[in-house]
């Protein structure tokens, strides 16, 4: 899969994604310090699902400003999953799951969501 992972993610997130084999472009790296519109714009214009912490930055900006959004976006929720073992939770979600496209995810330690993206 293709993604993007946002500046708050980690590069711990980046090095398992990459080692899994996934083609993985990190904010951190590439464009570190760009805004949110920015990041959104270059997960559409790169056909990559964003990976990211920010849920009232991305979702606004999706469902209230109406901005183009990416093939999907994974919003992770797991502040009861210590800062250690976040990147692995990350990883191991990712991989259990192949349906992202077309939607915004919510994903918890406990539970899963999802709601269609607009367009």
């Known amino acids: 899969m293709r993604f993007l992972v946002d500046e708050n993610m980690g590069e711990g997130v980046v090095s398992l994604l990459r080692d899994a084999g996934h083609d993985v ?3 951190f790296e590439t464009a570190r310090g760009s805004d949110d519109v920015e990041v959104l714009s270059m997960a559409v214009t790169e056909d990559r699902i964003l ?8 979702g606004a900006l999706i469902y209230d400003r109406g901005l183009p959004a990416p093939p999907a976006v994974l919003l992770y929720r797991i502040p009861d999953v210590s800062a250690e073992r976040r990147p692995q939770f990350v990883v191991n979600s990712v991989v259990e799951r192949s349906d992202y496209s077309g939607s915004f ?3 918890e330690r406990e539970r899963v969501r999802s709601r269609a993206l607009p367009g």
């Open 51 to 58: 990976l990211t912490y920010d849920k009232n930055d991305f």
């Open 25 to 27: 472009v990190s904010v």
């Open 105 to 107: 995810w919510v994903i």
